[in-house]
């Protein structure tokens, strides 16, 4: 899109400077696109004031008392 039509690929854990330095990102969660935009636009969709913020919404746990039983089960199997 404009200005001269050059894309750099990167990844990266380090949000805050995913935020500072990308004009668009893409948020995987299980190899699967969940949010792709600029930052802004994705803080404003989900009116969140941070990529941070961002990322957790979209990669939340959707079963995170199930999946924490479960591995407490495991645990005492191995003990």
């Given at each position: 899109?404009?200005?001269?039509?050059?894309?750099?690929?990167?990844?990266?854990?380090?949000?805050?400077?995913?935020?500072?330095v990308?004009?668009?990102v893409?948020i995987?969660?299980?190899?699967r696109?969940?949010?792709?935009?600029?930052?802004?636009n994705l803080?404003?969709?989900l009116?969140?004031?941070?990529?941070?913020a961002?990322?957790?919404?979209l990669?939340?746990?959707?079963?995170?008392?199930?999946?924490?039983r479960?591995?407490i089960?495991a645990m005492?199997?191995?003990?």
């Amino acid at each position: 899109r404009g200005g001269g039509g050059r894309c750099t690929v990167s990844r990266s854990h380090v949000l805050e400077v995913v935020e500072q330095v990308c004009s668009r990102v893409v948020i995987l969660k299980d190899g699967r696109i969940v949010g792709h935009d600029s930052v802004s636009n994705l803080r404003a969709t989900l009116q969140l004031p941070s990529l941070d913020a961002v990322f957790a919404a979209l990669v939340a746990e959707e079963h995170v008392d199930e999946r924490s039983r479960d591995m407490i089960a495991a645990m005492k199997i191995g003990t």
